[in-house]
């Protein structure tokens, strides 16, 4: 298949899951033969890549950036045609369907998450939280917010609509869209994230700890990802007070960056027990694992909000499993199955520092569990989860014949 991807692709960062997503997928596809064209900012390693043809778009403001972007995509697709226009942004999903139909056979939109859940977390986290002082908006920012929400939704609700496909992450997104937005089951197929088993693999602790400049001696509990509002870090700073005050020694990794880096920061201080975190920033996709192996567990404490309503396919998830850890992570959908299923981890009550807290130190007190849940782990993702499989998927959508729409 030829295919376009209208989305863009900047240099992997932990600041954007998404891109790590973009990337492995485009990846994977090519290597299914398939002829993938796709648009980047910055260095990115497509360059080389076999079947993958990449249009570098120069770097500027979001102004600059967004008039190049579409000034290159209309120049490719006013010489080209394609059988699959991809994407994951619901206005070049939006676009495509208005102007793009008759040089594309069948247009796939990809779903994570849905956007005005997301909207509205940030927006309670940023008027008034448990790490900042509350703020009025006024009149015109509260009509400015309303507007622009409804125009979204309404550019969202178009774009799935001119869609053939859609590919949704979790079974919960699949039954929002059929319930909130009226989309016929048939078009919804569900592929989960998955993780690059060839980079995310188990190594040698000692190894990795000495290059990342870490203790060899003391425990390190670790979080990878976006510190965004819904991933609940704040909880794992909070029992980190109970789980220090029968280890001590130990370390917490917080491996990413994100809005709440301050705040976290900031809580970690107010609670007197900032030595015993290393924030990292944002850390090179390939240099993820090392974090991951040179800890002992890793933690996945996902907030209520957003997340029970969708559920989850948490690519850390699979990441933490990949190198062979065990994890500590929230009871929502899609994380409790993935535990259960594996038998890779413990369960949580969400929000519940004290719960997360029991949850951690159960695996600093045996080593021996830590290896069996971690070992169980590993054969599950491998063989569940790979980002090939998930391509596989994903490609047998794109080739599936295409419902013709009333």
């Not at 977390?121 to 917010?145: A, C, Q, T, V």
């Not at 309404?154 to 929002?176: C, E, R």
Request: glycine content about 8%; overall charge positive; proline content about 4%.
């Amino acid at each position: 298949m030829k295919m376009l991807f209208l989305d863009m692709v900047r240099p992997l960062s932990l600041a954007d899951g998404s891109l790590i997503h973009r990337y492995e997928l485009v990846s994977n596809l090519a290597s299914l033969d398939n002829e993938i064209h796709i648009f980047t900012v910055g260095q990115t390693s497509f360059s080389g890549m076999v079947n993958v043809h990449s249009y570098s778009v120069p770097p500027g403001n979001f102004f600059s950036l967004t008039v190049n972007y579409f000034r290159s995509a209309i120049c490719l697709l006013g010489s080209e045609t394609f059988d699959v226009l991809y994407t994951r942004n619901p206005n070049f999903g939006f676009l495509a369907g208005l102007f793009c139909k008759s040089r594309c056979k069948r247009i796939v939109y990809e779903l994570n998450g849905i956007p005005e859940d997301e909207k509205n977390l940030f927006r309670e986290k940023s008027d008034g939280n448990k790490f900042s002082h509350p703020r009025k908006r006024s009149n015109f920012s509260n009509r400015y917010f309303s507007t622009h929400g409804r125009l979204q939704l309404f550019i969202l609700k178009k774009a799935l609509g001119f869609s053939d496909k859609i590919i949704s992450v979790t079974p919960g997104i699949k039954a929002d869209l059929e319930k909130d937005y009226k989309i016929p089951g048939n078009k919804i197929v569900v592929v989960s994230n998955g993780a690059n088993t060839s980079m995310f693999r188990p190594l040698e602790q000692e190894t990795c700890r000495r290059e990342l400049g870490l203790d060899l001696e003391i425990p390190f509990v670790c979080f990878v990802g976006n510190l965004a509002p819904w991933q609940g870090v704040e909880y794992l700073i909070k029992a980190a007070s109970s789980v220090l005050s029968r280890f001590p020694e130990c370390c917490f990794l917080i491996v990413g960056d994100g809005v709440m880096k301050n705040d976290l920061m900031k809580l970690s201080r107010e609670l007197g027990i900032e030595d015993r975190f290393i924030f990292t920033g944002v850390i090179a996709y390939d240099r993820v694992p090392l974090y991951i192996n040179a800890s002992d567990i890793c933690t996945a404490p996902f907030i209520f909000a957003r997340n029970a309503k969708i559920g989850l396919s948490p690519l850390k998830l699979y990441e933490y499993m990949a190198c062979e850890k065990p994890v500590v992570a929230s009871n929502i959908s899609g994380v409790s199955d993935v535990l259960e299923a594996s038998g890779g981890g413990v369960s949580v009550l969400p929000e519940n520092q004290g719960a997360l807290a029991e949850g951690i130190l159960k695996l600093l007190e045996n080593p021996d569990l830590r290896m069996k849940l971690g070992s169980k782990g590993l054969s599950y993702v491998t063989e569940n989860y790979s980002w090939y499989s998930v391509a596989k998927k994903v490609n047998e959508v794109c080739k599936s014949e295409i419902e013709v729409r009333k």
